[in-house]
């Protein structure tokens, strides 16, 4: 078995969500969540099929966002990969609905931050073994940033 990291290319801003699903029938549906998720929210997916003729499937309603789908699919290359690229929207707005498609069983990640996937292949086969997100911590937050915290989280309207 081998192992490798696979960075995932996308514009400053872009939220990436990554998961597994099983049916092409994924693409469809998950598009139909996000569409309906949020106003504006501007989107691409790719899935990538990994039996028949193991294509990769994609939707979206920006192509931007289709284009770096595609090609974060086709660059980790695992089967049954689920790739979104999120702008006008962040994964807080998205992640409960995808959490009810029926094909997806678990998500890997959903972040702006720097991204990369470890993946295992043998033979023909490839799969994610997990992702490298964002930078590793600093330190501890201490009572002004708990303040800026709560602040910023009132300044963009998610509490009161």
């Known amino acids: 078995m081998q ?3 696979v ?5 400053e801003g872009v939220n990436t969500i990554l998961a597994q699903a099983h049916f092409i029938k994924t693409v469809e ?4 969540a996000l569409v309906t998720s949020c106003p504006g929210i501007r989107f691409g997916l790719a899935f990538n099929e990994s039996s028949g003729p193991r294509l990769i499937r994609t ?3 920006s192509e931007e966002m289709i284009h770096m789908a595609q090609n974060a699919a086709m ?7 689920l790739v979104i690229m999120l702008e006008n929207a962040f994964p807080i707005n998205v992640i409960r609905h ?12 959903a972040t702006a931050n720097p991204l990369s996937v470890v993946v295992a292949s043998e033979g023909e086969a490839r799969g994610v073994m997990g992702v490298l997100d964002g930078l590793k911590p600093l330190g ?10 709560h602040e910023f ?3 963009i309207g998610y509490k009161r």
């Open 75 to 81: 660059k980790i290359g695992a089967g049954h990969l």
């Open 29 to 32: 549906d998950v598009y139909e």
């Open 140 to 149: 501890v937050e201490g009572d002004k940033e708990k303040k800026e915290r």
């Open 153 to 155: 989280l009132r300044h």
């Open 98 to 109: 995808l959490r009810e498609v029926a094909e997806i069983l678990c998500i890997y990640c």
């Open 7 to 11: 960075e995932v290319e996308k514009k």
């Open 3 to 5: 192992m490798e990291v």
């Open 59 to 61: 939707e979206g309603n």
